[in-house]
């Protein structure tokens, strides 16, 4: 085969798939709104071979007849790869990932507001030599405070194409769309095209630039001839910045804003709630009155429609809950909470940069582990992994619901702002977080001495959230989240109901105690007496391994079992019965702490490359949980 040419098997595989392009930029340049902008709901979300980093694939309808992928790569400010999403970034760019061909265009997309440090991230993307789209985001707001920029001379000194957008709204979308149209897939084999700067003579090759000052004096030779004239402070930003940073005002207005979300979560679902409650009571009562009575009728209404079904009507809590956090983060308040953070968790041993993953770790503790991989210091980082967990994520939040609502009665603690059962649930998340301090204090101390380092973090003005951004991460959730139902929970409710149905006698199933499930109850049920506990909650407890929130639907498919025939006796009632107010604290003090979750338990032996931390870890949190539950059961 002669030099230079391609191989015809590469030629039909660059044939047979769609132009893929990459988007990148820094953080909050509202890159990922973009990307939702411009895939909408045509998007899939997988992890990189070999790795954790999960990876947001989607395709973009450019016209009736052009279809391109578009892959939104982790936000960095550069390509160092001190970090994984650093490097995860670089290999993508650079062909390097396993079943992932190069890209064959780049959008990048930066925040005009403040580009002399967005740039940064130009050059290294530049030397790639793959044709690139230079979006300048939030242009609308670089013009309102005054700010200025010749895009067309920027386009000229870069050698690119610029594109003036505001993500937010969609401004610009459609010419970005343009740029995605006429992207092709490069042939495998070949060189990819030459782009160099504009103002270096052609075929010279770009200087290969590696130090930072030198970089930087070069960006502001380019920002000072495209008339970059930067914005003056945005006045809200400054007035908010004065009460949302203030040493005094600073935290209580964060935990004014903690309080307001933790009452919403209860006043706010309970309609929808009783709505999604009704609904599967409905329809689980017309299914089962088309079905002749045996096995399959116990199997799809006793085991999985109640077990299933018990879980899911907590999903408009969690919706609630992530729809608040989705709010704080597009409005630039969460960096703001980073900062006001950081002032308590560098006495104990982390900087403000772990905010952000222990954060995350509400949604779920999975991603706020891999979130982790931005802190850079190893001891900072492994300290974070190990005390994320902690946090109270949206598993626990069922859990937490179903007992509450139980044995909490409602009532005004202060007046209309906070309720009993709100003050209960806010105590609950108080206690994961204490729990996470005084850990991180143990091990910054001990196991990870070190210093901590200094945080930095480029605070991005207050900006009113995308409906349609927000609206997209709440499907997306309420997809993971009936993705679990249906899986992992649906396959447990299963196994369970097959437990309730054995040994068999003459007289049909056996009792509920009498069964295998029974059994393998009572075998727990003495480790656990000290606690409170039955053989119903050790079975609960077993099965949670799996995923936390899996004990509703276990309580739920047992005392469906056990009581199918009387259709007034709710979950909650139930549980009333059989346990005591100190036992249900007890089990909301264990839920609490305990590391219920074998996903985390994984994703955390990946993370460390090793057993070592994960089982030091999962012991410490057991240790806690059953000395807490013990002393609560004491105490109440």
Known sequence: MAEGTTPTSSLAENKARLPLIALIGPPNSGKTTLFNH????????????????EKYVGQVQCDRERTVELIDLPGVHGFSARTLDERVTRDVLEGHVEDLPAPDAVV????????????????????????????????DELEERGGNLNEMELADLLGVEVVKTNARVGLGVERVKEFLSGVEVRERGLPPPVRVLSNVPRGVP????????????????VVDRASFVSPGPARPTDALDAVFLHRIWGPLVFLTVVVVVFQ???????????????????????????????????LLIDGVWSGVGSVVVFLPQILILFLFLGI????????RAAVIADRVMYRVGLQGRAFLPLLSGYACAIPAILAARTVEDERDRLATIFITPFMTCSARLPVYALLIAAFIPEGRLLGPFLGYRAAVLLGLYGLGIAAAVVTAFLLKRTLLRAQPGSFVMDLPSYRLPSARSIGLRL?????????????????????????????RTDAGPPLIEDSALGRIGQVIEPTIEPLGFDWRIGVGLVTSLAAREVIVGTLGTIYGVEDATDDSI??????????????????????????????????????TGGWKWP??????????AYSGAFIAVRIF
Not at 478 to 483: A, D, E, G, P
């Open 475 to 503: 499907l997306d959730r309420s997809k993971i989240f009936l993705r679990r139902a249906g899986s992992i929970i649906f396959a447990v409710a299963i196994v369970l109901w097959v437990l309730t149905q054995f040994p």
């Open 328 to 335: 704080l983060e597009d409005s630039g308040y969460m960096a």
């Open 108 to 139: 990048l997309i930066v925040d005009c507001t403040r580009l002399e440090s967005q740039l940064m991230l130009v050059e290294p993307v530049l030397k790639l030599e793959i044709p690139t789209l230079l979006v300048l985001n939030m242009w």
């Open 570 to 607: 709710t979950l909650q009632e139930t549980l009333r019965r059989d346990l005591t107010l100190p036992s249900a604290i007890g089990l909301l003090v264990f839920f609490a702490f305990a590391l219920q979750c074998m996903s985390t338990v994984a994703v955390m032996r990946r993370e």
């Open 206 to 221: 770009l200087p290969m630039i590696d130090a930072f000052t030198a970089r930087r004096r070069r960006l502001d030779k």
């Open 264 to 298: 919403s979560i209860f006043t706010w679902a309970v309609p929808l709630m009783d709505g999604v409650e009704l609904l599967i009571t409905s329809s689980g009562e017309w299914l089962a009155s088309r079905l002749a009575d045996g096995w399959f009728r116990s």
């Open 38 to 53: 411009l895939t909408g709901l045509r998007q899939k979300v997988a992890n990189y071979p070999g790795v954790t980093v």
């Open 615 to 624: 089982i030091l870890q999962f012991s410490y949190m057991l240790f806690l």
